[in-house]
């Protein structure tokens, strides 16, 4: 396991570069060799793997990655790292280290580039200020991508895996579902890292599906009709999503009695499928309404 997975490595390289930590890049690195051990294996990397990391430190996971992968592409927006990672993955010629921000990078311009022909995997100890907006890109933007094992905060991987009728279910939940099947491999206390966050951390795997299953009319509405039932919890389906936004109660109503929902019951009980036909019979009836 690599040199760089414990806190003394850590802290020397720091050290001898002068480099300090900025709290605002989410800038914890991993020191611990478990930990980093769960997020490796979870990945199942392969010789003919093509690995993109993003947020690549001092290289301790980057390094792990190089072992095992045919080729590794690490984004660092930091440019203070760049030297250190030249030092610490010098004898890896199978890395490719870019300094970008992977919020503002043509995601699939560079994914194309690196890998033409076979899809890429994605892992990472995310910077967790910007958690979301970096997995929804990879999901959203058809990407070539077949799976992500992902360190981020535990709150947040409990509301990305969570089923239905749990407290963690949410719109976050659904999004995710659409696109991948989503689990909790590994948790990571903060003494894990190095400076400690302050919150626990957990390593999720997403596995993206090839086929979504889910026939949607309108994908928006779809959304719309998710982000609806979740904005009242305590109130019902009806009333939560036929006081949001610019939804029609009578066709609330209607919908849900052809989709055979209870109007009583509230959004948190209703499954990706449900959701899926429920804005597919309120998408039908809008149309039927216009064409009276
Ligand atoms: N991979 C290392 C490890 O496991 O120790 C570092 C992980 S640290 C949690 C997150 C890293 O992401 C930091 O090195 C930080 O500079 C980098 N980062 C933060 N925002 C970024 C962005 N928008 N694009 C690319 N890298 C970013």
Known sequence: MSNLANDKATKAIVKKYGFNFTKSLGQNFLVDANVLGDIVDGADIKENDIVFEIGAGIGTLTEEL??????????????????????????????????????????????????PNQKIKVVANLPY????????????????LSSMVIMIQREVADRMAARPSTKAYGSLSVAMQYYAESKIIAEA???????????DSAVLKINVKQDKGVDLMDSDLFFEVVKGSFSKRRKTILNSLSTYGDFEKDIIEKALGA???????????????????????IYCLRRETLNK
């Open 66 to 115: 190089a072992k095992r992968a045919k080729k590794v592409i690490a984004i660092e927006i930091d440019k203070r790292l760049i030297p250190i990672l030249n030092e610490t993955l010098s004898q890896y010629d199978n890395v490719e280290i870019i300094n970008q921000d992977i919020l503002k990078v043509d995601l699939a311009a560079l994914v194309s580039e690196y890998s």
């Open 129 to 144: 200020y910007i958690t979301t907006p970096i997995i929804m890109r990879f999901l959203e933007e058809n990407i070539e």
């Open 189 to 199: 206390p903060k003494e894990a890292f190095v400076p400690s966050p302050n919150v």
């Open 259 to 281: 989709s055979g929902i209870d109007p009583k019951r509230r959004g948190e009980t209703l499954t990706i499928m449900e959701f899926a036909d429920l804005s597919n019979r």
